[in-house]
């Protein structure tokens, strides 16, 4: 079998935050009641980490991401995801849940460096601000005109997920959005 | 003439200088300079013409409200025009051009206006040019669009590059001048997050130019340190040249950031346009100085006085060698100091007042300067520069008293607070009548969702006009003298009794060119509202929108109806506060990027083979593929015929795909489509119709049952995202207790299909899965492998042949794609658009959601009756589908349409009925929905919905050409091409 290719065969940038389309990544969507017990410990057993708190993610990678009041998304590798959900299914026999392989409906992008928050500021109207995007932030948002996800991994390193089919228009934004020369100079770390 | 003193300018970098144009002149600034003060700096008086009369015009003001010098700038791709001049710093290379004129700014024919502007008085358009009816849009309007208007509309795409930037702050300050420096020092030591913006390059405001001492310092000297002192606070952030454009709802503030117009960059972004969240606004923007309305304050050479002191102590630029003071108020007098400080004369200061007094006056007076009370201008003398002014009583008509030489007249008509911020999310004003003007009422603030005011406003825009005042209403610990002063004597007109002649050359609104006179006749012709006599007269309704002119206005107007100047009230001040550039607002939304365009994993693939695009929602989708030498029809009936005797690939990824799992899923289902789902078996497909409440069809697509629990729904391309909202809008907010879940799938697949006589030969040669008609039956669905990929293969049919939906991984898309298109290549496989897709399925009278359906049309209209299960209790549409309306047998229904002479039917043409209606249009009973030229039958083909259409089986109709003429058809079944279905059941 041949390999996935992601929407842009790992773009990468330089800009005054590197940009950099990520290999295929293993995604798991998991909706199901959060506040439940077993739902609780299926996602925690599976993905290896805790389940996050609202708007946190827990774990680089393999990571749970809190999408939604009764929505998960786990991230891990790319041949793994099958198995993933095969065992949320085992766990979660009898409780109502939803669990899906949608490794291949998102690009996932990596922005990295001192400015890189600005160049996301520039695009998503949510507060980016070290206080209110400390790393584990996981927030749901839009970039000018599509839905998005970003994950603070630190200060200076953030994943941007969206829809696959706008992966271009997402590296074009990003490297807009970081013109070498136009930092904002707002939270200069 | 103005011109540049040798010493002085607080601003200047004299050892930098720069060369710039000016109507092609070269002329010479120096860094620090504004294109305005480079310009007098050089000599350069007269800057435009205006509006209507095209009077010469020279500078009024130094900053935002200026009226006149409006130039074009730049060229080609960074052409600008209505740029004020007073805003625009000077930089080396910068060209401008001054507007409305022609052919030349000194000389230019359509000052005519100016001689016969009797007939152009208030609401001219409305009166002068009403009849003959026809004349207006023929001979009135061309005249007058040509004559009037400022600059020329860029004809080049814009050159630069935009931004946008979002933060949130505790407490934004807008304004840098002595009040917003003491306001973000206080907020920033209490430990909030302060962001402090200034729209100029510069901290202070007017203070250091007013001679302002704060802490027994110069002021300068205390700007500086409290500059520098936020500037190493953690918690503050500091912008210049940041404009606050507008205040809305929820703290929501916009803020224009000029990055590069002072020293262009094409790489760069040239605006930044922030969208801040602020939990508290504090406006401290400072007041704007009021002309005086006198014969002739238009004339070049009569200025603000603010804006003289502003030449002079900032740029070292006089405005001529005499000047004359003319005001109302001591700050006047600041101006006539200023000059005598620079070297230079003061004629005399006419002063309004009769005994006016106070620290500043004394001053003046001490500096040897004529100091005339109780007196007015009735006139200023010169045409395209000041040459001295008539000197008259305040009290009187106009008689001439004595004629005063000078070069210049700085006038000063009081102060109006800078309300604008405030009063966009709803702030009021209250009339302080000592001090003759709006300021805001702190009872009447704008409030935020929870009810509590979350603008304030400081210093002289609320009102403070002391530094002694405006540094403790920002709560500054710094201290100032007080200041005794006079008291201002409200000056709406000069003289005061004025007459007709005097009136009509008394300029309000120099941009838009309203006098006295325009505002006086509006009021006599009954306008009452500020409102209406705003839009009559067009006060205030320029790109300055009448910073300068409302007040002034509005005073003229409530003396004319004999009202109170509170009870007339003001227009209403709407952002932006100055204008900001469509640019901006754009940001990043241009050329690629001015809309999402969404691809699919073979879009490459598309591109290189010819695909002509089509955009079928934000995705593009081929249309057809092109061959060489084809024109776009050709190929798109050689695709059809090709996949009905071969073999088609098509790229259906875009088709919406939604898991929707649980124990109450089929139940679910059923409320959701109008047909039955919750029979079906797992591995088997259904086609399916959606309807809204009001049982019009929305959406339809094939729904496989994957196992139990769990759906696959297929919805149309454009229906995907607002289907999957309509599904998760009925569990949230009606079944919220119904155990289902919805997933939108749609980008995790590509979607393949192998559509043909010769499909099962592609599938079979690729290999891996069993798709004979024993192992897979028509509506079967089987996961498996095909080429080693993991699929899952639908066998469905959208076009009447034999045909597999391939669904893999979006990753493995393009990979499947090139085996399948290579395996095809042996049984003369290849691939089709949308429009032959959109043939094949109109030939089998199958109905396309958005060609027959536009939100009005309900399953029975296009006789799917089948489709709609009489078994169930409800679903979503059953209701509104037993309206009477609905139920009419009158209704339009679908019916198929052949053209008696064998021609393609023009796209939504009506079926023409007997007579005429009320507005003297034909009748009609029906129109077409779908048209073709089927190359399986040779002959043009339609869709339409026809009245009564299925009961009129043969009848011959006639259906509307655009060249007006009419083609004949002839009623009859929708399904064109295979009725029994053999060709789909091999």
Same mark, same amino acid.
């Given at each position: 079998?041949?390999?996935?290719?992601?929407?842009?065969?790992?773009?990468?940038?330089?800009?005054?935050?590197?940009?950099?389309?990520?290999?295929?990544?293993?995604?798991?969507?998991?909706?199901?009641?959060?506040?439940?017990?077993?739902?609780?410990?299926?996602?925690?057993?599976?993905?290896?980490?805790?389940?996050?708190?609202?708007?946190?993610?827990?774990?680089?990678?393999?990571?749970?991401?809190?999408?939604?009041?009764?929505?998960?998304?786990?991230?891990?590798?790319?041949?793994?995801?099958?198995?993933?959900?095969?065992?949320?299914?085992?766990?979660?026999?009898?409780?109502?849940?939803?669990?899906?392989?949608?490794?291949?409906?998102?690009?996932?992008?990596?922005?990295?460096?001192?400015?890189?928050?600005?160049?996301?500021?520039?695009?998503?109207?949510?507060?980016?601000?070290?206080?209110?995007?400390?790393?584990?932030?996981?927030?749901?948002?839009?970039?000018?005109?599509?839905?998005?996800?970003?994950?603070?991994?630190?200060?200076?390193?953030?994943?941007?997920?969206?829809?696959?089919?706008?992966?271009?228009?997402?590296?074009?934004?990003?490297?807009?959005?970081?013109?070498?020369?136009?930092?904002?100079?707002?939270?200069?770390? | 003439? #103005?011109?540049?003193?040798?010493?002085?300018?607080?601003?200047?970098?004299?050892?930098?200088?720069?060369?710039?144009?000016?109507?092609?002149?070269?002329?010479?600034?120096?860094?620090?300079?504004?294109?305005?003060?480079?310009?007098?700096?050089?000599?350069?008086?007269?800057?435009?013409?205006?509006?209507?009369?095209?009077?010469?015009?020279?500078?009024?003001?130094?900053?935002?409200?200026?009226?006149?010098?409006?130039?074009?700038?730049?060229?080609?791709?960074?052409?600008?025009?209505?740029?004020?001049?007073?805003?625009?710093?000077?930089?080396?290379?910068?060209?401008?051009?001054?507007?409305?004129?022609?052919?030349?700014?000194?000389?230019?024919?359509?000052?005519?206006?100016?001689?016969?502007?009797?007939?152009?008085?208030?609401?001219?358009?409305?009166?002068?040019?009403?009849?003959?009816?026809?004349?207006?849009?023929?001979?009135?309007?061309?005249?007058?669009?040509?004559?009037?208007?400022?600059?020329?509309?860029?004809?080049?795409?814009?050159?630069?590059?935009?931004?946008?930037?979002?933060?949130?702050?505790?407490?934004?300050?807008?304004?840098?001048?002595?009040?917003?420096?003491?306001?973000?020092?206080?907020?920033?030591?209490?430990?909030?997050?302060?962001?402090?913006? &200034?729209?100029?390059?510069?901290?202070?405001?007017?203070?250091?130019?007013?001679?302002?001492?704060?802490?027994?310092?110069?002021?300068?000297?205390?700007?500086?340190?409290?500059?520098?002192?936020?500037?190493?606070?953690?918690?503050?952030?500091?912008?210049?040249?940041?404009?606050?454009?507008?205040?809305?709802?929820?703290?929501?503030?916009?803020?224009?950031?000029?990055?590069?117009?002072?020293?262009?960059?094409?790489?760069?972004?040239?605006?930044?346009?922030?969208?801040?969240?602020?939990?508290?606004?504090?406006?401290?923007?400072?007041?704007?100085?009021?002309?005086?309305?006198?014969?002739?304050?238009?004339?070049?050479?009569?200025?603000?006085?603010?804006?003289?002191?502003?030449?002079?102590?900032?740029?070292?630029?006089?405005?001529?060698?005499?000047?004359?003071?003319?005001?109302?108020?001591?700050?006047?007098?600041?101006?006539?100091?200023?000059?005598?400080?620079?070297?230079?004369?003061?004629?005399?200061?006419?002063?309004?007042?009769?005994?006016? /007094?106070?620290?500043?006056?004394?001053?003046?007076?001490?500096?040897?300067?004529?100091?005339?009370?109780?007196?007015?201008?009735?006139?200023?003398?010169?045409?395209?520069?000041?040459?001295?002014?008539?000197?008259?009583?305040?009290?009187?008509?106009?008689?001439?008293?004595?004629?005063?030489?000078?070069?210049? =007249?700085?006038?000063?008509?009081?102060?109006?607070?800078?309300?604008?911020?405030?009063?966009?999310?709803?702030?009021?004003?209250?009339?302080?009548?000592?001090?003759?003007?709006?300021?805001?009422?702190?009872?009447?603030?704008?409030?935020?969702?929870?009810?509590?005011?979350?603008?304030?406003?400081?210093?002289?825009?609320?009102?403070?006009?002391?530094?002694?005042?405006?540094?403790?209403?920002?709560?500054?610990?710094?201290?100032?003298?007080?200041?005794?002063?006079?008291?201002?004597?409200?000056?709406?007109?000069?003289?005061?009794?004025?007459?007709?002649?005097?009136?009509?050359?008394?300029?309000?609104?120099?941009?838009?060119?309203?006098?006295?006179?325009?505002?006086?006749?509006?009021?006599?012709?009954?306008?009452?509202?500020?409102?209406?006599?705003?839009?009559?007269?067009?006060?205030?309704?320029?790109?300055?929108?009448?910073?300068?002119?409302?007040?002034?206005?509005?005073? =003229?107007?409530?003396?004319?109806?004999?009202?109170?100047?509170?009870?007339?009230?003001?227009?209403?001040?709407?952002?932006?506060?100055?204008?900001?550039?469509?640019?901006?607002?754009?940001?990043?939304?241009?050329?690629?990027?001015?809309?999402?365009?969404?691809?699919?994993?073979?879009?490459?693939?598309?591109?290189?083979?010819?695909?002509?695009? /089509?955009?079928?929602?934000?995705?593009?989708?081929?249309?057809?593929?092109?061959?060489?030498?084809?024109?776009?029809?050709?190929?798109?009936?050689?695709?059809?015929?090709?996949?009905?005797?071969?073999?088609?690939?098509?790229?259906?990824?875009?088709?919406?795909?939604?898991?929707?799992?649980?124990?109450?899923?089929?139940?679910?289902?059923?409320?959701?489509?109008?047909?039955?789902?919750?029979?079906?078996?797992?591995?088997?497909?259904?086609?399916?119709?959606?309807?809204?409440?009001?049982?019009?069809?929305?959406?339809?697509?094939?729904?496989?049952?994957?196992?139990?629990?769990?759906?696959?729904?297929?919805?149309? #391309?454009?229906?995907?995202?607002?289907?999957?909202?309509?599904?998760?809008?009925?569990?949230?907010?009606?079944?919220?207790?119904?155990?289902?879940? #919805?997933?939108?799938?749609?980008?995790?697949?590509?979607?393949?299909?192998?559509?043909?006589?010769?499909?099962?030969?592609?599938?079979?040669?690729?290999?891996?899965?069993?798709?004979?008609?024993?192992?897979?039956?028509?509506?079967?669905?089987?996961?498996?492998?095909?080429?080693?990929?993991?699929?899952?293969?639908?066998?469905?049919?959208?076009?009447?042949?034999?045909?597999?939906?391939?669904?893999?991984?979006?990753?493995?898309?393009?990979?499947?794609?090139?085996?399948?298109?290579?395996?095809?290549?042996?049984?003369?496989?290849?691939?089709?658009?949308? &429009?032959?897709?959109?043939?094949?399925?109109? &030939?089998?009278?199958?109905?396309?959601?958005?060609? &027959?359906?536009?939100?009005?049309?309900?399953?029975?209209?296009?006789?799917?009756?089948?489709?709609?299960?009489?078994?169930?209790?409800?679903?979503?549409?059953?209701?509104?589908?037993?309206?009477?309306?609905?139920?009419?047998?009158?209704?339009?229904?679908?019916?198929?349409?052949?053209?008696?002479?064998?021609?393609?039917?023009?796209?939504?043409?009506?079926?023409?009925?007997?007579?005429?209606?009320?507005?003297?249009?034909?009748?009609?009973?029906?129109?077409?929905?779908?048209?073709?030229?089927?190359?399986?039958?040779?002959?043009?083909?339609?869709?339409?919905?026809?009245?009564?259409?299925?009961?009129?089986?043969?009848?011959?109709?006639?259906?509307?050409?655009?060249?007006?003429?009419?083609?004949?058809?002839?009623?009859?079944?929708?399904?064109?091409?295979?009725?029994?279905?053999?060709?789909?059941?091999?």
């Amino acid at each position: 079998m041949s390999d996935p290719v992601t929407a842009l065969g790992g773009m990468t940038a330089d800009s005054f935050a590197d940009i950099a389309e990520q290999p295929p990544r293993g995604m798991v969507l998991l909706r199901g009641d959060l506040s439940s017990a077993p739902v609780q410990r299926a996602a925690a057993e599976v993905a290896g980490v805790t389940v996050p708190a609202p708007n946190r993610f827990e774990g680089e990678m393999p990571a749970l991401c809190w999408m939604a009041p009764d929505e998960l998304l786990l991230l891990c590798d790319y041949d793994e995801a099958a198995a993933k959900v095969a065992a949320l299914a085992e766990a979660l026999q009898g409780v109502h849940h939803l669990a899906l392989d949608v490794s291949d409906a998102r690009a996932v992008f990596r922005v990295t460096g001192l400015d890189a928050r600005e160049a996301l500021a520039k695009l998503t109207p949510a507060d980016m601000s070290p206080a209110a995007v400390p790393p584990g932030t996981f927030r749901r948002t839009r970039m000018a005109q599509v839905p998005a996800a970003i994950r603070a991994l630190d200060d200076t390193a953030f994943e941007i997920l969206c829809f696959r089919s706008v992966a271009q228009y997402m590296a074009d934004l990003l490297i807009s959005a970081a013109i070498p020369g136009s930092e904002v100079g707002y939270w200069q770390t | 003439m #103005t011109t540049r003193l040798a010493r002085g300018g607080r601003l200047l970098n004299r050892g930098r200088a720069l060369e710039f144009t000016f109507n092609g002149k070269r002329m010479t600034g120096y860094q620090g300079d504004t294109l305005a003060s480079a310009l007098l700096g050089a000599g350069q008086r007269l800057v435009g013409r205006s509006f209507k009369y095209h009077r010469p015009r020279g500078l009024v003001a130094s900053g935002a409200e200026e009226p006149n010098a409006l130039v074009n700038l730049g060229e080609g791709g960074t052409f600008e025009p209505n740029q004020r001049a007073t805003t625009q710093e000077l930089y080396d290379g910068l060209a401008a051009e001054s507007q409305n004129h022609w052919p030349s700014l000194e000389f230019d024919v359509g000052v005519a206006n100016n001689y016969v502007s009797r007939f152009l008085p208030a609401g001219f358009y409305y009166k002068t040019f009403i009849n003959p009816r026809p004349a207006w849009k023929h001979l009135f309007e061309p005249f007058i669009r040509q004559s009037a208007g400022l600059g020329r509309a860029p004809k080049e795409r814009d050159a630069d590059v935009y931004e946008h930037f979002h933060v949130h702050v505790d407490c934004l300050v807008i304004g840098g001048g002595i009040a917003g420096l003491a306001a973000a020092l206080k907020a920033a030591e209490a430990g909030r997050e302060v962001l402090l913006i &200034e729209q100029t390059a510069h901290w202070g405001g007017r203070a250091p130019v007013d001679g302002a001492v704060i802490d027994g310092a110069e002021a300068d000297a205390w700007v500086k340190n409290t500059v520098e002192t936020l500037e190493g606070m953690e918690n503050v952030r500091i912008r210049t040249r940041c404009m606050g454009v507008g205040v809305y709802d929820h703290g929501y503030v916009l803020a224009y950031e000029r990055l590069t117009d002072h020293d262009p960059h094409p790489d760069l972004p040239r605006h930044r346009l922030w969208k801040i969240r602020a939990s508290e606004v504090i406006t401290a923007t400072g007041a704007l100085e009021r002309p005086l309305s006198f014969a002739g304050n238009d004339v070049p050479g009569v200025m603000l006085a603010s804006a003289v002191r502003d030449y002079v102590v900032n740029w070292a630029v006089s405005p001529g060698d005499r000047t004359v003071v003319v005001t109302n108020n001591d700050d006047a007098y600041r101006t006539a100091i200023a000059l005598k400080e620079a070297g230079l004369e003061v004629p005399a200061v006419i002063d309004a007042r009769t005994a006016p /007094e106070g620290p500043l006056v004394e001053r003046v007076r001490a500096l040897g300067v004529r100091v005339e009370t109780g007196r007015a201008v009735a006139k200023v003398k010169g045409r395209a520069k000041v040459e001295g002014v008539a000197m008259t009583m305040q009290a009187g008509e106009g008689a001439v008293l004595e004629v005063i030489d000078c070069d210049a =007249v700085a006038m000063s008509g009081g102060w109006s607070p800078v309300v604008h911020l405030w009063s966009h999310c709803g702030g009021k004003l209250v009339w302080d009548d000592a001090q003759a003007f709006f300021r805001p009422d702190p009872e009447k603030a704008p409030t935020g969702a929870d009810g509590q005011p979350f603008v304030r406003v400081v210093g002289a825009a609320n009102g403070a006009m002391t530094t002694a005042d405006v540094l403790a209403d920002a709560g500054a610990d710094a201290q100032a003298a007080p200041e005794a002063a006079g008291p201002i004597e409200p000056v709406w007109i000069m003289p005061q009794g004025a007459g007709p002649e005097l009136r009509s050359k008394m300029w309000l609104d120099y941009q838009n060119d309203v006098k006295v006179s325009d505002v006086q006749l509006a009021a006599r012709e009954g306008y009452e509202s500020v409102e209406h006599t705003k839009r009559y007269t067009t006060l205030g309704m320029a790109t300055d929108q009448g910073k300068l002119s409302n007040i002034n206005g509005l005073a =003229v107007l409530s003396r004319s109806l004999n009202a109170e100047i509170p009870q007339v009230g003001t227009t209403t001040f709407r952002p932006p506060y100055t204008p900001i550039s469509f640019g901006s607002i754009a940001g990043q939304a241009r050329g690629d990027m001015f809309q999402p365009l969404r691809r699919t994993p073979m879009h490459a693939w598309h591109m290189a083979n010819g695909a002509h695009w /089509e955009p079928v929602g934000h995705w593009r989708r081929p249309y057809c593929y092109l061959q060489p030498a084809e024109t776009v029809e050709e190929a798109v009936q050689r695709e059809v015929k090709n996949t009905r005797e071969a073999v088609g690939l098509l790229d259906a990824s875009t088709l919406g795909k939604i898991v929707v799992k649980g124990p109450d899923a089929g139940r679910f289902l059923d409320m959701l489509y109008t047909n039955m789902m919750s029979t079906l078996k797992p591995g088997r497909c259904r086609y399916g119709l959606m309807c809204n409440e009001n049982g019009f069809l929305m959406d339809d697509g094939v729904v496989a049952r994957i196992d139990e629990d769990t759906f696959l729904c297929h919805t149309t #391309t454009g229906g995907a995202e607002h289907v999957h909202a309509h599904m998760e809008e009925w569990l949230q907010t009606e079944w919220w207790d119904w155990q289902v879940y #919805t997933a939108n799938v749609t980008e995790h697949y590509a979607q393949i299909g192998v559509v043909g006589p010769h499909a099962r030969e592609v599938l079979d040669l690729v290999g891996g899965m069993d798709v004979s008609k024993e192992a897979m039956a028509f509506m079967d669905w089987q996961d498996g492998e095909l080429g080693g990929l993991p699929v899952r293969v639908f066998r469905i049919s959208f076009s009447g042949e034999l045909s597999y939906e391939i669904a893999v991984k979006a990753g493995y898309g393009r990979a499947l794609w090139d085996m399948l298109a290579e395996a095809g290549r042996e049984v003369g496989m290849m691939p089709y658009g949308t &429009e032959a897709l959109h043939i094949l399925r109109a &030939e089998k009278g199958f109905i396309m959601i958005g060609d &027959e359906t536009d939100g009005t049309v309900t399953p029975q209209d296009l006789c799917l009756d089948w489709a709609i299960s009489k078994k169930k209790d409800d679903y979503i549409g059953k209701r509104g589908q037993a309206r009477s309306h609905l139920t009419d047998p009158e209704r339009w229904k679908l019916v198929g349409l052949e053209t008696v002479d064998g021609s393609v039917l023009e796209d939504g043409a009506y079926a023409v009925a007997e007579g005429r209606n009320a507005n003297g249009q034909r009748n009609v009973q029906g129109r077409v929905t779908s048209t073709y030229r089927s190359p399986t039958l040779g002959r043009g083909i339609a869709m339409g919905l026809i009245r009564r259409g299925p009961e009129r089986m043969g009848e011959v109709v006639e259906f509307t050409r655009t060249d007006g003429t009419t083609t004949r058809a002839k009623i009859v079944q929708p399904v064109f091409f295979d009725p029994e279905g053999e060709k789909q059941n091999v």
